[in-house]
């Protein structure tokens, strides 16, 4: 079946980075989009960025536009979000989902999703 599972995450202090990544297995990864998203209690799941199987689309929100990176590497059938100058609302549960149409902003479109990594920025 089907699994995404991300690591990466931690605690860092406000402008520190951090790589976040999404380990595919139970299908062809390199035919399907990707995306990162992220939530914090009593919040909706918002959408981060999303990237198409072969890298050709890339979305971004505006909020992480020239802070946040989403690339994949096909042959590791993985995905990263490299996430720089961190700031304190960043902190949430991170996670990766797996479109099989196309990349979307949408959560409810992802039909596959990982368990989620905590990030926590400190001031």
């Known amino acids: 079946q089907v699994q995404l599972v991300e690591s990466g995450g931690g605690l860092v202090q406000a402008g520190g980075s951090l790589r976040l990544s999404c380990a595919a297995s139970?299908?062809?990864?390199?035919?399907?989009?990707m995306g990162w998203f992220r939530q914090v209690p009593g919040k909706e799941r918002e959408f981060l960025a999303a990237?198409?199987?072969?890298?050709?689309?890339?979305d971004y929100t505006d909020s992480v536009k020239g802070r946040f990176t989403i690339s994949r590497d096909n042959a590791k059938n993985t995905v990263y979000l490299q996430m720089n100058n961190l700031k304190l609302e960043d902190t949430a549960v991170y996670f990766c989902?797996?479109?099989?149409?196309?990349?979307?902003?949408?959560?409810?479109?992802?039909?596959?999703w990982g368990q989620g990594t905590q990030v926590t920025v400190s001031s």
């Open positions: 990237i198409s199987g072969s890298s050709y689309r890339i």
């Open positions: 139970g299908l062809t990864f390199s035919s399907y989009a």
């Open positions: 989902g797996l479109d099989l149409r196309f990349p979307s902003r949408v959560a409810a479109n992802y039909d596959y």
